[in-house]
């Protein structure tokens, strides 16, 4: 894999500088790719960091699994820049307003974070953190398992789902934070909203073997959440199905 690939990865999924004293290259889409594929490596390290900070905070200094939890947490955060965090708030927002379709995403593209964003982030954190906790109180070594496992499987869902499906005219934005992703399906032409596809995705997925949600302000948005327990080879299998279904889809959807 690139050099460039690596370095793209590292600079924009955490706040590692990898400084070279060289201006960094303007990327192009073999480096888009490349960072794609290192990104599972460079959740690894970010859940390692974050698996440390549990361990240490918990039984070193004592401070018990659930504010252990939210120091790790808040660190993965810190860490990772708040990646994600921030889209979320955006899309909570946009949601929320109850407005038309162009004033909502106008919300969403505001840089200010309204009530309804604010709300979002503080019950996903919290879940976050009661999640960790409770692993970490079940002892094993549950704890910094689950967060190791949330930060690879996580971005090794999202980022290999942004992999497969680029190409695809039927998908207009993948995103996600941890192991909360969606998928939203547009019409190939117009690229409006269409929960028509969303339901043949739907269909799609259960006859893989895969059940999936659906939701979003049109109806038209794949939403998935899996347990933190979910290993690597589970991840990897249940991208299969959805990247399969969604080529299938896609295709029927082009030959009309």
């Known amino acids: 894999m690139r050099r460039n690939g ?12 990898l400084r070279t004293g060289e201006p960094p290259p303007v990327p192009d889409r073999a480096d888009a790719g490349a960072a794609m594929a290192w990104a599972p490596a460079v959740g690894l390290l970010l859940g390692l960091i974050a698996a440390a900070v549990l361990l240490v905070a918990d039984h070193p200094l004592g401070a018990g699994p659930l504010t252990a939890a939210a120091i790790a947490v808040a660190a993965l955060a810190l860490l990772s820049r ?37 709300v979002t982030l503080i019950f996903v954190l919290l879940i976050q953190v009661a999640a960790v906790s409770q692993a970490e109180s079940s002892g094993d070594g549950r704890g910094p398992a689950a967060l190791i496992a949330a930060a690879v499987t996580g971005r090794l869902i999202i980022d290999g789902l942004k992999e497969a499906t680029r190409d695809l005219a039927i998908v207009g934005e993948v995103r996600g934070r941890g192991l909360m992703f969606a998928v939203d399906l547009v019409d190939p032409a117009t690229k409006k909203p269409s929960p028509p596809l969303a339901a043949k995705m739907l269909e799609a997925t259960k006859e893989r073997g895969l059940l999936v949600g659906k939701g979003g302000l049109y109806g038209h948005t794949l939403r998935m959440a899996p347990p933190l327990t ?4 589970e991840a990897k299998e249940g991208l299969g199905i959805l990247t399969d279904a969604l080529i299938a889809v896609n295709e029927e959807t082009q030959a009309k």
Not at 85 to 90: P, R
């Open 82 to 118: 708040g990646l994600h965090l921030d889209g979320l708030a955006d899309l909570a927002d946009g949601l929320g307003s109850g407005r038309p379709a162009p004033a909502a995403l106008a919300i969403m593209r505001r840089s200010d974070i309204g009530p309804i964003g604010t």
């Open 230 to 233: 979910l290993s690597e080879a």
């Open 6 to 17: 690596m370095r793209l990865s590292v600079t924009l999924l955490t706040v590692i500088p």
